[in-house]
């Protein structure tokens, strides 16, 4: 597949900084009530759904385009993306190819129209990573985009893409695609299961901003907690995407001592069920 450049329906921004909004206004719900209409004055709309042990959200732009981060680990998504009025996606993402962020993608690609799929271009073995990459080439219709620096537009958001070490082949979860999202005053970091060496290589190139949203990676494991990457973040809320009673000690108790430190608000999947979070212009 060749990337192509722009997306359709989309205009790439040639303003590159990371604008920061001075002032902001969140609301929070949990299992909230489906987007069926989508003003022009309604906020950017943040979904972290409930998919056990894995990552899977949805961004929805106030004029009604979707992109999905993640797609869980093999859980059905489709009741999810009609649950919240999603006919078809603008942008797919793969942070990077573990089974608990990809398991559910083939199905996502199989169910609603998509426009455009990135993932982090590192080839992997398993069957969940070769049934994608077998659909995407029945697909010729799906854009595939390389996660090169570049700043993307879901109708009035902007999606800034943050592309992975160089050096971090060796390490899945040190390989993630990193997203800011931006509406306004409002903003949003992922960066799918990046531990503290991918999080310092953000900060050294300057990539973090003061966020009001962090999406903890990996489910709120101690090796992916970074004071100097939370002190420069300073995020107001962060979501824990979480299995509840899994295997691996997930979330762990000393991160989330340290992000209670940090953040205004804790919110978890385990614990809540789908997490929304809506962002406003100012």
Known sequence: MTPRWPLPGAIESTDRRVRLGAWLICALFC????????????????????VGQGDAALILAPEGQAALIDAGPGVDLTPALRRWGVDSLVLAVASHPHADHLGGMR??????PVRNYMDNGQ????ATYQAVMVELRNRPEIVYLQAVPRRLQLGSVTITVLPPPTDSESNLNDNSVGLVIEYGGFSAFFSGDSERPELDHFLQVGAVPDVTLLKAP???????????FLQTARPEIVVIPVGYGNDYGHPNPAALRTYGR?????LRTDVHGDVVVAGYRD
Request: hydrophobic share 40%; aromatic share 6%.
């Open 123 to 126: 080839p992997y073995t398993t």
């Open 31 to 50: 299992t909230g009530v489906p987007n069926h209409a989508i003003a022009q004055d309604d906020p950017v709309r943040v979904v972290f759904l409930d």
């Open 218 to 228: 990996p489910h709120g494991s101690d090796d992916a907690v970074l004071e100097s």
């Open 107 to 112: 199905q996502v690609l199989r169910s609603v």
């Open 262 to 266: 940090f953040a205004e608000e804790l």
